[in-house]
């Protein structure tokens, strides 16, 4: 029963409703009311320090007309009717402020409004501490119209969080999941990376990955930042391409602080598992200057962060390879792993805003981000001549392989635009670029060195985390040669141009304050991936002597593996130059080149409609928003003796309805509802139209596939209690239409002929439901030194159920079976144990996420379903400040030694396992205000 309205190809009566949207908006305006057109302004700053306060509502209390402080801590409000007013000025944690005003018919009035703490030391928690960071957050959350969550920048630096979707991770309703033991991507009530938008300042933020429209978080620093704010109902004039929630990350910005801001911090972290220290450099700073006939009327930001951190895991895996055939737990394969890592993290932000008159303000907005991954990887592969239960002995074979690679991702993101405001009315426009990539240089894609003949009374133990008892061959280098080498090489591509123009409009209808909102946006994404591959094989046929081939010509020293018996590591060099005298193009796989290259062009073009009322205590903000969606792609056709272009298109369009509503039960609680509708387009390695068969096996992307569409709704309750205080529960409810999958066709009308037929599919329906709840408090009222004990926790409780379909011979037809979602944990949660002075903090956190399922390796059969295994992660931070502007810092992430980990069919069986060791970090922040 979706709320969404699809008219697919081509919808006339859709179509001729885009068009006329904005003339039938322009016009109902031009018909209403004429109201006088004097005008509020001002800014809201906390005294001692000058820093602007966002967040903060303020209200004309005869007119219950209300605005929110924005990033610079101003606020506008148009079509006030001459007369004399009360202004009131409500920030959590402080006194509400009022003040008698004056209101001239087309003129401006301004009132500025101070925080004054009551004792000086009183500022440094309402904007430095911990509990002045969340109150930030609340101030925000509380003043949105839909429901938000939001982190400040001091906020971010609270705990040991690397990057970007390590910070997210302590929100209400979000998880993330690891690489490495690092944040990389990032769920949001449930819903998978891939089911998620990514913005920054706004704009669209495409994915470095080649197949995925997930952003790995992981490339952009933390240092970088203001703030970050996750929108989990959305609005109509945002994009509607997110059905978990849509995730903001704000840089810097000079009219974020007054005046002169400057920060330096130098930081050495070290890893307990490979004895690595590594360091970190980061400087921000911003500057406001008087232009023209202007005062303190540009600000310029900018920023440079760079960290090379050195680490590594250890790694034992089946691989989901378990028989369970008879009741029996047999395993078929085991890999141990051992990873040597570094990765480069540098970014650089640079901001220009210029406020060119009272009524114009313009901003140029740049981030760029590089992040370099360097890894090598030692693996042995050990296959079991028989599937053999824990303590079986039995002959395997063997291979020892070594990948070493480097990878950069690069992720730019340039925006221009700005805001006009005439009278009661609002212009925005903005035009951006976005552009991130992958590059890959040629490297050793695999080394392979197989066992001459099979290793003998080879056993293991334990199936969590399974130990290979082995004999001494198994670690003789004599007893392998080489028998595959692969190089590689990839590039990744992905712009994303757009153009976006919106116009508000301010009045009241009857005494209700009112407000109508209108506009489009243009979007132009292309997106290509190139792959290289060559494969040496038979090298005893090119003059390799058994000498030549034997690993021990290639053996470099044991690696420090933590698991079990590793043997002996691959020298990558040796490895590189024995091959470096053949001729490469001999050796060139263009099918393995061919099949995964791509290139998609997808063009969005949205329109919307939307307005607010308030009544009484009652706002309502309704509205309606349009996209057409045209999509094309080229890939390949390879059918075991000849390639062909294969080329694809499609169009789709959406009409999204949606509903939201605020009620203040009083000055401090208010209720929460909405009804959205949003949708979630397919992945690219899903729609790339990529065809390949062997012999009776075909694999195939599906382009023809339609967009995941989702009707929510959410309700919800807030109460907030001072400063940096509040309880809150939510509960949601998404009804997913379209939900895709992997399958297998082999056996229906199309591929009868075939054993087996990999593609995509839409399933029927899913749905996904849950409560969010969220507690903060400051204990103030306890006595010294308790009163600065700051207590914060969160939890989520979800469910999905999805339905997959696959063709099933022995019932002649198409069944089906239940399933979760993919990457939705049941329970998430997070525990923060915090406490302020005026000049020391810490804080102890606790991140709690519950089992997932990660892959469904067989659609008919649950029993072979993977999923990663809870986990809990402890970290901790501790904060002194030296003198007024330096501070120094210690943290400890990962207390607990958390491996990952995960399994098939249940917990006792592993799919693989990893651990990464405790990381410590010491560091030094200076900061000038």
């Given at each position: 029963?979706?709320?969404i309205?699809?008219?697919?190809?081509?919808?006339?009566?859709?179509?001729?409703?885009?068009?006329?949207?904005?003339?039938?908006?322009?016009?109902?305006l031009a018909?209403?009311?004429?109201?006088?057109?004097?005008?509020?302004?001002?800014?809201?700053?906390a005294?001692?320090?000058?820093?602007?306060?966002?967040?903060?509502?303020?209200?004309?209390?005869?007119?219950n007309?209300?605005?929110?402080?924005?990033?610079?801590?101003?606020?506008?409000?148009?079509?006030?009717?001459?007369?004399?007013?009360?202004?009131?000025?409500?920030?959590?944690?402080?006194?509400?402020?009022t003040?008698?005003i004056?209101?001239?018919?087309?003129q401006?009035?301004?009132?500025?409004?101070?925080?004054?703490?009551?004792?000086?030391?009183?500022?440094?928690v309402?904007?430095?501490?911990?509990?002045?960071?969340?109150?930030?957050?609340?101030n925000?959350?509380?003043?949105?119209?839909?429901v938000?969550?939001?982190?400040s920048?001091?906020?971010?630096?609270q705990?040991?969080?690397?990057?970007?979707?390590?910070?997210l991770?302590?929100?209400?309703?979000?998880?993330?999941?690891?690489?490495?033991?690092?944040?990389?991507?990032v769920?949001?009530?449930?819903?998978?990376?891939d089911?998620?938008?990514?913005?920054?300042?706004?704009?669209?933020?495409?994915?470095?990955?080649?197949g995925?429209?997930?952003?790995?978080?992981?490339?952009?620093?933390?240092?970088?930042?203001?703030?970050?704010?996750?929108t989990?109902?959305?609005?109509?004039?945002?994009d509607?391409?997110?059905?978990?929630?849509s995730?903001?990350?704000?840089?810097?910005?000079?009219?974020?602080?007054?005046?002169n801001?400057?920060?330096?911090?130098?930081?050495?972290s070290?890893?307990?598992?490979?004895?690595?220290?590594?360091?970190k450099?980061?400087?921000?700073?911003?500057?406001q200057f008087?232009?023209?006939?202007?005062?303190?009327n540009?600000?310029?930001?900018?920023?440079?962060?760079?960290?090379?951190?050195q680490?590594?895991?250890?790694n034992?895996?089946?691989?989901?390879?378990?028989?369970?055939?008879?009741g029996?737990?047999?395993?078929e394969?085991?890999?141990?792993?051992?990873?040597?890592i570094?990765?480069?993290?540098?970014g650089?932000?640079?901001?220009?805003?210029?406020?060119?008159?009272?009524?114009?303000?313009?901003?140029?907005?740049?981030?760029?981000?590089?992040?370099?991954?360097?890894?090598?990887?030692?693996?042995?592969?050990?296959?079991?001549?028989d599937?053999?239960?824990?303590?079986?002995?039995?002959n395997?074979?063997?291979?020892?392989?070594?990948?070493?690679?480097?990878?950069?991702?690069?992720?730019?993101?340039s925006?221009?635009?700005?805001?006009?405001?005439?009278?009661?009315?609002t212009?925005?426009?903005?035009?951006?670029?976005?552009?991130?990539?992958?590059?890959?240089?040629?490297?050793?894609?695999?080394?392979?060195?197989?066992?001459?003949?099979?290793?003998?009374?080879?056993?293991?133990?334990?199936?969590?985390t399974?130990?290979?008892?082995?004999?001494?061959?198994?670690?003789?280098?004599?007893?392998?040669?080489?028998?595959?080498?692969?190089?590689?090489?990839?590039?990744?591509?992905?712009?994303?141009?757009?153009?976006?123009?919106?116009?508000?409009?301010?009045?009241?209808?009857?005494?209700?304050?009112?407000?109508?909102?209108?506009?489009?946006?243009?979007?132009?994404?292309?997106?290509?991936?190139?792959?290289?591959?060559?494969?040496?094989?038979?090298?005893?046929?090119?003059?390799?002597?058994?000498?030549?081939?034997?690993?021990?010509?290639?053996?470099?020293?044991?690696?420090?593996?933590?698991?079990?018996?590793?043997?002996?590591?691959?020298n990558?060099a040796?490895?590189?130059?024995?091959?470096s005298?053949?001729?490469?193009?001999?050796?060139?796989?263009?099918?393995?080149?061919?099949i995964?290259?791509?290139?998609?062009?997808?063009?969005?073009?949205?329109?919307?409609?939307?307005?607010r009322?308030?009544l009484?205590?009652?706002?309502?903000?309704?509205?309606?928003?349009?996209?057409?969606?045209?999509?094309s792609a080229?890939?390949?056709?390879y059918?075991?003796d000849?390639?062909?272009?294969?080329?694809?298109?499609?169009?789709?369009?959406?009409?999204?309805?949606?509903?939201?509503?605020r009620?203040?039960?009083?000055?401090?609680?208010?209720?929460?509802?909405?009804?959205?509708?949003?949708?979630?387009?397919?992945?690219?390695?899903?729609?790339?139209?990529?065809?390949?068969?062997?012999?009776?096996?075909?694999?195939?992307?599906?382009p023809?596939?339609e967009p995941?569409?989702?009707?929510?709704?959410?309700?919800?309750?807030?109460?907030?209690?001072?400063?940096?205080?509040?309880?809150?529960?939510?509960?949601?409810?998404?009804?997913i239409?379209?939900?895709?999958?992997?399958?297998?066709?082999?056996?229906?009308?199309?591929?009868?002929?075939?054993?087996?037929a990999?593609?995509?599919?839409?399933?029927?329906?899913?749905?996904?439901?849950?409560?969010?709840?969220?507690?903060?408090?400051?204990?103030?009222?306890?006595?010294?030194?308790?009163?600065?004990?700051?207590?914060?926790?969160?939890?989520?409780?979800?469910?999905?159920?999805?339905?997959?379909?696959?063709?099933?011979?022995?019932?002649?037809?198409?069944?089906?079976?239940?399933?979760?979602?993919p990457?939705?944990?049941?329970?998430t949660?997070?525990?923060?144990?915090?406490y302020?002075?005026?000049?020391?903090?810490?804080?102890?956190?606790?991140?709690?996420?519950?089992?997932?399922?990660?892959?469904?390796?067989?659609?008919?059969?649950?029993?072979?379903?993977?999923?990663?295994?809870?986990?809990?992660?402890?970290?901790?931070?501790?904060?002194?400040?030296?003198?007024?502007?330096m501070?120094?810092?210690?943290?400890?992430?990962n207390?607990?030694?958390?491996?990952?980990?995960?399994?098939?069919?249940?917990a006792?069986?592993?799919?693989?396992?990893?651990?990464?060791?405790?990381?410590?970090?010491?560091?030094?922040?200076?900061?000038?205000?």
């Amino acid at each position: 029963m979706t709320q969404i309205y699809k008219n697919r190809r081509t919808s006339s009566i859709t179509k001729q409703w885009s068009r006329n949207i904005l003339a039938c908006a322009v016009g109902a305006l031009a018909a209403g009311n004429a109201f006088a057109d004097g005008r509020i302004s001002g800014q809201l700053t906390a005294e001692i320090s000058g820093m602007p306060l966002q967040g903060s509502r303020v209200k004309i209390e005869e007119l219950n007309q209300t605005a929110v402080t924005a990033r610079d801590g101003r606020f506008v409000m148009s079509g006030v009717k001459p007369g004399s007013y009360t202004l009131s000025v409500s920030y959590l944690g402080v006194e509400t402020m009022t003040r008698e005003i004056t209101v001239t018919d087309n003129q401006t009035t301004v009132a500025n409004f101070k925080i004054s703490p009551e004792r000086p030391e009183q500022e440094y928690v309402i904007v430095l501490g911990q509990a002045g960071s969340l109150n930030k957050a609340l101030n925000r959350q509380r003043s949105a119209d839909n429901v938000v969550s939001a982190v400040s920048a001091d906020a971010i630096g609270q705990l040991p969080d690397t990057n970007v979707s390590e910070a997210l991770q302590r929100l209400p309703g979000l998880s993330i999941e690891r690489d490495q033991g690092e944040g990389r991507y990032v769920r949001v009530r449930g819903l998978g990376p891939d089911y998620n938008a990514v913005t920054i300042n706004g704009v669209s933020l495409p994915s470095p990955d080649s197949g995925r429209r997930a952003v790995a978080l992981d490339v952009i620093p933390s240092d970088l930042l203001e703030g970050l704010v996750v929108t989990k109902t959305l609005t109509p004039d945002m994009d509607a391409n997110a059905l978990g929630g849509s995730i903001d990350i704000q840089s810097l910005s000079a009219f974020d602080r007054d005046g002169n801001f400057y920060s330096f911090t130098a930081e050495g972290s070290y890893n307990e598992l490979t004895d690595n220290t590594s360091p970190k450099l980061a400087l921000t700073a911003s500057d406001q200057f008087s232009i023209g006939s202007g005062t303190d009327n540009l600000g310029i930001a900018a920023g440079v962060s760079w960290y090379d951190r050195q680490f590594g895991s250890d790694n034992v895996e089946t691989g989901g390879a378990w028989d369970f055939d008879d009741g029996a737990a047999l395993l078929e394969e085991i890999e141990q792993r051992d990873y040597t890592i570094e990765r480069e993290r540098s970014g650089m932000t640079f901001n220009v805003d210029y406020k060119l008159s009272e009524n114009t303000d313009l901003y140029w907005r740049n981030l760029y981000s590089k992040y370099t991954d360097s890894e090598q990887r030692l693996s042995n592969i050990v296959e079991f001549e028989d599937a053999v239960g824990a303590g079986d002995v039995t002959n395997a074979e063997v291979a020892r392989e070594l990948k070493d690679r480097s990878e950069t991702q690069e992720i730019l993101s340039s925006s221009l635009g700005g805001s006009t405001r005439v009278d009661s009315w609002t212009f925005d426009y903005r035009v951006a670029l976005s552009e991130s990539g992958e590059d890959e240089p040629q490297h050793l894609g695999g080394a392979a060195f197989a066992s001459i003949d099979d290793i003998e009374g080879v056993s293991f133990s334990d199936t969590t985390t399974p130990y290979l008892n082995t004999p001494a061959s198994f670690s003789d280098a004599n007893n392998f040669e080489l028998d595959e080498v692969e190089l590689a090489q990839s590039s990744t591509n992905d712009t994303d141009t757009s153009w976006q123009f919106d116009v508000t409009k301010d009045f009241f209808i009857g005494a209700s304050s009112a407000m109508v909102k209108f506009g489009g946006k243009y979007s132009d994404r292309d997106k290509d991936s190139d792959v290289e591959i060559w494969v040496y094989e038979d090298l005893d046929e090119y003059g390799f002597s058994d000498e030549a081939l034997s690993m021990n010509s290639y053996a470099a020293s044991n690696p420090d593996y933590t698991l079990g018996n590793f043997g002996p590591g691959i020298n990558s060099a040796a490895v590189a130059d024995a091959v470096s005298g053949l001729d490469q193009a001999e050796f060139y796989s263009e099918e393995d080149s061919r099949i995964e290259d791509f290139d998609v062009s997808e063009q969005v073009s949205a329109a919307y409609l939307m307005g607010r009322i308030d009544l009484g205590d009652l706002r309502l903000l309704a509205g309606v928003r349009y996209e057409d969606t045209d999509f094309s792609a080229q890939g390949t056709r390879y059918d075991g003796d000849n390639f062909e272009d294969n080329n694809a298109d499609n169009q789709y369009d959406h009409l999204l309805p949606s509903l939201h509503a605020r009620y203040a039960l009083g000055d401090n609680t208010q209720l929460r509802a909405s009804w959205t509708n949003t949708l979630v387009r397919p992945t690219f390695d899903q729609l790339a139209p990529f065809f390949v068969i062997d012999d009776e096996e075909a694999e195939f992307g599906n382009p023809e596939l339609e967009p995941l569409e989702s009707s929510n709704i959410d309700v919800g309750i807030e109460h907030y209690m001072g400063l940096a205080g509040v309880v809150s529960a939510f509960a949601y409810y998404k009804d997913i239409d379209n939900f895709i999958y992997q399958t297998d066709l082999a056996g229906t009308p199309m591929y009868a002929d075939y054993d087996e037929a990999i593609t995509y599919a839409n399933g029927d329906s899913a749905e996904i439901y849950g409560v969010e709840l969220a507690f903060s408090k400051q204990f103030t009222s306890l006595p010294a030194p308790f009163n600065g004990l700051l207590l914060s926790a969160n939890a989520t409780f979800s469910d999905s159920d999805a339905t997959l379909a696959y063709y099933d011979e022995d019932a002649g037809g198409v069944v089906s079976r239940d399933s979760a979602m993919p990457s939705q944990s049941d329970t998430t949660g997070n525990l923060s144990i915090g406490y302020d002075a005026s000049r020391f903090s810490m804080r102890l956190a606790a991140n709690y996420k519950s089992e997932y399922l990660l892959e469904v390796q067989d659609v008919s059969d649950a029993v072979q379903d993977v999923y990663v295994d809870e986990q809990t992660q402890l970290d901790f931070s501790a904060r002194y400040y030296l003198t007024e502007g330096m501070q120094l810092y210690f943290e400890a992430a990962n207390l607990t030694d958390e491996p990952y980990y995960a399994y098939v069919n249940e917990a006792s069986y592993n799919a693989q396992y990893e651990t990464y060791g405790l990381t410590y970090k010491l560091g030094l922040t200076i900061t000038n205000f």
